[in-house]
């Protein structure tokens, strides 16, 4: 059973940076669909960025984009999120998530929460003016 586990979220004035990070373990696949979500009090979980490990286009919200960035480290099995210029609209819980082995491109399928099957617990970001 694939286990996601993110952690590098804070409290951080305007502006930040974070960059949390998702170790994933038992994780035997070289090449994965990944994404990065968010979800704020009463809302929605909503895809942040979403990337396909194996090379490709990374994908952003029109809110986050120029701001952040996804990356990963292959031999680490991790995956991370820059966060430059937070806003305080940027607080929410960020949840990582996996399928492993799947290429998944476009934007629809990389930050869509029904392609992946695997999430972590979440990280609290909170961003203050």
């Known amino acids: 059973q694939v286990q996601l586990v993110e952690s590098g979220g804070g409290s951080v004035q305007a502006v930040g940076p974070l960059r949390p990070s998702c170790v994933a373990f038992r994780y035997s696949n070289s090449s994965s669909s990944m994404g990065w979500f968010r979800q704020a009090p009463g809302k929605e979980r909503d895809g942040v960025a979403g990337?396909?490990?194996?090379?490709?286009?990374?994908y952003y919200a029109d809110s986050v984009k120029g701001r952040f960035t996804i990356s990963q480290d292959n031999a680490k099995n991790t995956l991370y999120l820059q966060m430059n210029s937070l806003k305080p609209e940027d607080t929410a819980t960020y949840y990582c998530a996996a399928e492993p082995g799947a290429y998944c491109s476009g934007r629809v399928r990389l930050m869509g929460r029904t392609t992946y099957r695997y999430w972590g617990q979440g990280t609290q970001v909170s961003v203050s003016s």
């Open positions: 990337i396909y490990t194996g090379g490709g286009t990374p």
